[in-house]
């Protein structure tokens, strides 16, 4: 089991980061922000909404970009209220993959494999007979970690696939990776029926839901606890 507080990655690995504003998103890849002063263009590795994170002067810890890209900056985290939150999803899956090596799916795998293929899908892993599908969750509402904040065929794909994994004989699970504080976790009610339908269809045929929280604590980002499935 994990405790409270242990590092799953480090972000002094990435190299220096540096502190910005948000000013606006003209698109789902690119925001602009200040950086000392000076408008650059910022790349956004999320094409979440984000509608309550990316606000007008929020400020964003960003990496620099090496020359000849068509962005300055990569934003790497938001900070809200209970301080900085993670916004790359290029990053969850090394810190989901420290964690389920140290047991944050209920047991310590033997042998893990990461982008695994089964049928049409790829899985994020393999835990020895379990396959993974990993989602980051940046909305929370009425204390509620709610995902997808916007349609995904994708997420359903996965789903279907988890239950035909475990048809198979496989133990499949879907883990969810809380980037803020909340309660519990739920399907999101209104966004996307598609995936809230097929998400329960997959619970109610032996799929697993497995949660955990994150936070940014100087340049580490630690295990929080546990994530509940909400009632």
């Known amino acids: ?19 910005g504003v948000f000013i606006t998103r003209p698109n789902r890849f690119v925001a602009l922000a200040r950086v000392k002063g000076t408008q ?17 002067n929020r400020p964003l810890l960003l990496l620099k970009n090496r020359p000849g ?6 934003l790497i985290a938001a900070k809200m209220e209970e301080g900085w939150v993670l916004i790359n999803t ?20 033997q042998h893990l ?25 940046s ?34 699970a879907l883990l969810i990776m809380a980037l803020r504080p909340c309660a519990c976790f739920e399907p999101h009610p209104e966004r996307d029926e598609a995936f809230r339908r097929t998400f329960f269809e997959a619970m109610e045929n032996g799929v697993d839901f497995k949660g955990f929280h994150i936070k940014i604590e100087g340049n580490d980002i630690r295990y929080d606890g546990p994530l509940a499935l909400c009632l």
Do not use: W
């Open 1 to 19: 089991m994990i405790a409270p507080g242990t590092p799953l990655f480090d972000l002094d690995n990435l190299g220096k980061l540096t502190e």
């Open 40 to 56: 650059v263009r910022v790349h956004v590795a999320d094409t979440g909404r984000l509608e309550e994170i990316l606000t007008p």
């Open 69 to 74: 890209m068509k962005t300055n900056f990569t």
């Open 90 to 109: 290029r990053l969850h899956a090394p810190i989901a993959r420290k964690a389920i090596e140290l047991g944050v799916l209920g047991f310590t795998p």
């Open 113 to 137: 494999k990461s982008e695994v293929t089964f049928g049409q899908s790829r899985f994020d892993y393999l835990a020895d007979e379990t396959y993974i599908e990993l989602k980051g969750c």
């Open 139 to 172: 909305l929370v509402q009425q204390n509620r970690c709610r995902f997808p904040n916007a349609p995904t065929q994708r997420g359903v794909k996965h789903l279907k696939e988890l239950m035909e994994a475990r048809k198979k004989g496989f133990d499949a």
